[in-house]
């Protein structure tokens, strides 16, 4: 028995070293579209060239020669079906589990800067602002992540925060802090967990600059497939060599640039999947949004707090608005 144990954990972190030096074996969609028989969910994305064999505890998936995931002829999933199913892929000798997600997500561009912190007074980056923003029924709800002295990620804008400098301070002592309404400093698995209870509201993961160079970027990546929640999450950043990095592992995750010193050809011909951009660039440049739609670029602006940046944002058909008044601008929405 020991032996086989043995085997079994040297064979895991030869799976997990292979994976981590290079790219995992991904899905280019994790959604499940409804009331839709024989629906296609995705395809299987890997370097290796072994077959793709699948298990499915559910009964109502299958994979053809193309390595395309989809429901079973007949069979659909409808607005009372579970939320989520658990598959496992096997590649050559290495398996990797998945969670597909019945495709309900929401469409209305909003996504909240840092949570939903406003209206209620909690604090930005908060578990409140996160359960908040999914409350009122955010497309997306952005946060700001960091890594602890222990290399755990967790939550916070700025490189210090309740006196404490992240990156010099242990996740056990930063989740001592003290937030508003009765939180601590949260970490990235904490607000996994939460956000993979539903499937509305997506997480929007900006990763900060850093002293710890792309090793952010590993962990994250690492701990958004450890927890299967790649279904409810892209990634942004002002480092393009984070992103680039989180492609590296990924190539199947949503990445957009916050930077502006990029041209959209650049950005393309790096792999990026879009510009986030800073309001006043699209307003100085009401054609920028416009290009890079005609160049299958994704479009956000940030920070679009007052009413009228919101109503000519709007008018520009952007793909996304992040905002620190969410629940303004999804009342301009519902007029």
């Not at 509305?200 to 952010?216: D, Q, V």
Request: proline content about 2%; aromatic content about 8%; hydrophobic content about 40%.
């Amino acid at each position: 028995m020991k032996k086989v144990i043995l085997l079994f954990v040297l064979l895991s972190v030869c799976f997990i070293h292979t994976y981590s030096q290079n790219q995992f074996l991904v899905l280019d969609s994790y959604t499940i579209p409804v009331n839709k028989k024989g629906a296609l969910v995705g395809k299987v994305i890997s370097e290796r060239s072994e077959k793709i064999t699948l298990k499915d505890p559910s009964g109502l998936f299958e994979i053809d020669k193309e390595k395309n995931i989809r429901l079973k002829k007949g069979k659909l999933l409808t607005a009372n079906s579970p939320i989520s199913y658990n598959i496992i892929l096997k590649d050559g000798n290495a398996e990797k589990s998945f969670e597909l997600v019945k495709d309900e997500f929401l469409q209305n561009r909003v996504i909240a800067h840092r949570g939903a912190w406003k209206d209620r007074d909690f604090s930005h980056n908060s578990m409140s602002s996160l359960k908040h923003a999914v409350e009122i029924g955010c497309e997306g709800s952005e946060l700001d992540v960091w890594m602890s002295s222990d290399d755990v990620v967790v939550l916070s804008h700025d490189p210090s925060i309740g006196g404490k400098d992240v990156e010099s301070t242990t996740a056990a002592e930063l989740s001592a802090v003290a937030l508003k309404n009765g939180d601590f400093v949260p970490t990235l698995e904490e607000y996994i967990n939460y956000i993979k209870t539903q499937n509305k509201t997506k997480l929007i993961i900006e990763i900060k600059g850093t002293n710890k160079g792309k090793a952010i970027a590993d962990s994250v990546v690492h701990l958004v497939h450890r927890m299967k929640a790649q279904a409810w999450v892209d990634y942004i950043s002002f480092g393009m060599q984070y992103l680039t990095r989180v492609k590296e592992l990924d190539p199947a995750a949503k990445v957009l640039y916050l930077g502006s010193d990029k041209s959209l050809e650049e950005l393309k011909a790096a792999d990026i999947d879009g510009i986030d951009f800073h309001y006043s660039l699209f307003q100085k440049d009401p054609e920028l949004a416009d290009k890079a739609k005609s160049m299958d670029l994704l479009t956000n602006a940030w920070t679009v707090n007052k009413e009228e940046d919101m109503q000519s944002i709007l008018k520009l058909k952007l793909d996304f608005i992040t905002t620190d008044e969410p629940e303004l601008l999804l009342r301009l929405l519902e007029k």
